[in-house]
């Protein structure tokens, strides 16, 4: 290989991330690289997008992924005040039991029914809530590879939500690329204002830890002897667990919104060159 060649390859969007090596520069496995004016190779493996145009046409629609996640955010927030409210009665309610002070059986049994119904609404909600921002995550960050070289592969985007410890890290890591790579893709294009949600997204992954380490102490808790000092300290972890929710949903969403802004305009500037 020539330096003209290898100086080709490094410009490269398939090159392997990081790699200047002549032999192992190429990221098209089980293919040997032969270079005649242009790679032959990736003319013959139809899994490869050449040039960058060619890559913009890859881009897949993200809206209706985004729409589907917001709504479900939204729907866990209400569930997050309902659950607040009735873990409030609760708390009111083994505090009179506490304090000796006449709790009918009916008073009992209506608080159980009412926390296991809001329960499982909740539990229901914040699962198909989880899959749907999950989806939206991953077309968001397979859609700005295709722009872009991305750190991580887009299965990462989903994966890295349920690996132990990487889980703690790895999705802030790939929300702040994309906000850090889309905002530097569209100010070589445009001169347009561009909301840089940086902070946003330190604040929205902060409250995430906390309210994953709550929900964590809450569900131990669950394990504990049944005492009413148990069932107290629970009911006040779950009043704090959805009282973080509630701010978590509102800029859950305010970051969706704003990244899929960005997002329409790079669609818009793809357009507009086509």
């Given at each position: 290989?020539?330096?003209?060649?290898?100086?080709?390859?490094?410009?490269?969007?398939?090159?392997?991330?990081?790699?200047?090596?002549?032999?192992?520069?190429?990221?098209?496995?089980?293919?040997?690289?032969?270079f005649?004016?242009?790679?032959?190779?990736?003319?013959?493996d139809?899994?490869v997008?050449?040039?960058?145009?060619?890559?913009?046409?890859q881009?897949?629609?993200?809206?209706?992924?985004?729409?589907?996640a917001?709504?479900?955010?939204?729907?866990?927030?209400?569930?997050?005040?309902?659950?607040?409210?009735?873990?409030?009665?609760?708390?009111?309610?083994?505090?009179?039991?506490?304090?000796?002070?006449?709790?009918?059986?009916?008073?009992l049994?209506?608080?159980?029914?009412?926390?296991?119904?809001?329960?499982?609404?909740?539990?229901?909600?914040?699962?198909?809530?989880?899959?749907?921002?999950?989806?939206?995550?991953?077309?968001?960050?397979?859609?700005?590879?295709?722009?872009?070289?991305?750190?991580?592969?887009?299965g990462?985007?989903?994966?890295?939500?349920?690996?132990?410890?990487?889980?703690?890290?790895?999705?802030?890591?790939?929300?702040?690329?994309?906000?850090?790579?889309?905002?530097?893709?569209?100010?070589?294009?445009?001169?347009?204002?561009?909301e840089?949600?940086?902070?946003?997204?330190?604040?929205?992954?902060?409250?995430?830890?906390?309210?994953?380490?709550?929900?964590?102490?809450?569900?131990?808790?669950?394990?504990?002897?049944?005492?009413?000092?148990?069932?107290?300290?629970?009911?006040?972890?779950?009043?704090?667990?959805?009282?973080?929710?509630?701010?978590?949903?509102?800029?859950?969403?305010?970051?969706?919104?704003?990244?899929?802004?960005?997002?329409?305009?790079?669609?818009?500037i793809?357009?507009?060159?086509?």
């Amino acid at each position: 290989m020539t330096e003209v060649q290898l100086t080709y390859c490094k410009k490269c969007l398939n090159r392997k991330k990081g790699e200047t090596n002549p032999e192992t520069i190429c990221n098209i496995r089980g293919k040997n690289m032969k270079f005649e004016g242009i790679c032959t190779s990736f003319e013959l493996d139809e899994n490869v997008i050449i040039g960058l145009e060619n890559k913009f046409n890859q881009i897949k629609p993200n809206e209706h992924r985004s729409r589907t996640a917001i709504i479900l955010i939204w729907i866990v927030m209400v569930l997050d005040i309902l659950s607040l409210y009735s873990s409030y009665l609760q708390y009111n309610l083994l505090t009179a039991f506490k304090n000796n002070e006449e709790v009918s059986d009916l008073m009992l049994s209506t608080n159980d029914y009412r926390e296991q119904g809001i329960a499982i609404l909740y539990l229901i909600a914040f699962i198909i809530s989880a899959v749907t921002f999950i989806q939206w995550f991953r077309r968001a960050y397979y859609n700005l590879g295709t722009i872009t070289r991305t750190d991580n592969s887009e299965g990462w985007a989903a994966g890295s939500w349920f690996v132990p410890v990487i889980s703690i890290y790895r999705p802030y890591q790939i929300m702040k690329e994309m906000n850090d790579k889309t905002l530097g893709f569209l100010k070589s294009k445009t001169t347009d204002y561009l909301e840089d949600n940086s902070q946003l997204i330190g604040v929205w992954w902060g409250l995430w830890v906390i309210s994953n380490y709550i929900g964590q102490y809450v569900f131990k808790y669950a394990f504990k002897e049944d005492t009413i000092e148990t069932y107290i300290n629970s009911t006040i972890a779950d009043m704090v667990l959805s009282l973080i929710g509630i701010p978590l949903a509102i800029i859950t969403v305010k970051m969706i919104k704003s990244y899929s802004l960005k997002e329409m305009k790079i669609s818009e500037i793809i357009s507009s060159n086509k």
